[in-house]
């Protein structure tokens, strides 16, 4: 294995296997191309905006679906804090707990999210 790979990718690689998530979400195209021996077995969605991972979120409700994986890709700096800033558009009605789990390989970011109830409100 070239030690690019070795390096860069194979760590994330390693946790996206050991984590066993199937709904993977990623910043940006390249971060599915690279995990892409993972498509068998993980829905990878594109999350370009805030706006997506609120959709992601809500067709996540409708299929009884509770947890995901956010794979932020990281050039240069390091991510400021635990939540990355791709939530700031998350469904404001819905309980979401986020994990930040580490870095894997030389730029990928791992969130575990897990999505709550909606409060219902009395009629």
């Keep these: 294995m070239p030690e690019n790979t070795r390096n860069r990718i194979a760590p994330a690689l ?3 296997r050991r984590g066993g ?3 993977v979400g ?15 077995r993980v829905h ?19 299929q009884g679906e509770r ?7 990281r050039l240069g ?8 800033c791709l939530l700031s558009g998350s469904p404001p009605d819905s309980a ?16 575990e999210i897990t999505v709550g109830e909606s409060p219902r409100s009395e009629p």
């Excluded at 990878?44 to 409708?62: H, N, R, V």
């Design 14 to 16: 390693d946790e996206l």
């Design 21 to 23: 998530h199937t709904i």
């Design 26 to 40: 990623v910043s940006h195209d390249s971060v599915a191309v690279e995990l892409a021996p993972e498509l068998r």
């Design 44 to 62: 990878f969605f594109l999350l370009d905006e805030p706006e997506d991972l609120a959709a992601l979120i809500e067709a996540m409700g409708q």
């Design 67 to 73: 947890r995901m994986l956010l794979i932020v890709q």
């Design 77 to 84: 700096s390091r991510p400021r804090g635990d939540r990355p």
């Design 96 to 111: 979401i707990d986020v994990q930040a789990l580490g870095r894997f390989g030389r730029h990928y970011y791992f969130y």
